[in-house]
């Protein structure tokens, strides 16, 4: 059943690169916690005990807000095919921004995609396993366009002025510091 690790060993790794989809967990002290699902080649394994995953223009910054009020994160990834597994991942997470000196760095990490608003880089604390066996099988079909498709349509400045309107608050009234870090230099 369940096991617990306090890194990243090479087959949890090898599942990692696997996956097309993984789900991130953040919470501030007070209010909603917040889960969402990941996809789009967005996610580096950079060691045992360190990941980063690339956040794209959504209709919420939940993740972003939470991370700068409590760091704690936890990421979930499903065997939806082979032999049954959920992973996880609890560390500290901080927020890459635009205008941070390694954004660009980490950035090269990840093909273009459209849209690209924040990185984050979780220290990795605890690895734990369990059985998986009540997940069901899924295949995968492919990635959606469309996100990419709005956020090219919307340029640079349509994605600002987003940015600046629907991504500057929790849906708690946290604030991302997204348009501070981001917009100006």
């Known amino acids: 059943m369940g096991k617990r690790y306090e890194r990243l060993e090479p087959e949890h790794i090898a ?4 996956q097309k989809l993984f ?4 919470a501030a002290s007070e209010g909603r916690v917040n889960i969402s699902p990941k996809g789009m080649d967005s996610l580096r394994v950079l060691g045992t005990n360190r990941v980063i995953w690339l956040n794209v223009t959504g209709s919420g910054n939940e ?9 704690r994160m936890t990421i979930m990834f499903c065997a939806f095919e082979g ?17 941070d000196r390694e954004w660009h760095e980490c950035l090269s ?11 984050f880089d979780l220290s990795v604390e605890l690895v734990q396993t369990s059985c998986g066996m009540g997940v069901p ?3 995968f079909e492919g990635e959606r366009g469309e996100l990419n498709e709005w956020a090219r349509k919307k340029g640079e400045e349509g994605l600002a002025r987003y940015w600046e309107e629907k991504n500057g608050f929790s849906i708690d009234g946290f604030p991302t510091a997204i ?4 917009l100006k230099p």
Do not use: C, M
């Not at 789900?23 to 953040?26: G, Q, R, S």
């Not at 993740?63 to 760091?71: F, G, K, Y």
């Open 15 to 18: 599942f990692i690169e696997r």
């Open 23 to 26: 789900f991130v967990a953040t």
């Open 63 to 71: 993740t972003s807000a939470h991370v700068q009020q409590d760091p």
């Open 83 to 99: 032999n049954p597994l959920i992973l996880r991942l609890y560390g500290k997470a901080s927020v890459i921004h635009k205008n």
């Open 109 to 119: 990490l990840f093909r273009p995609l459209p849209g690209a608003r924040q990185l």
């Open 137 to 139: 099988f899924f295949s």
């Open 179 to 182: 348009a501070e870090k981001n």
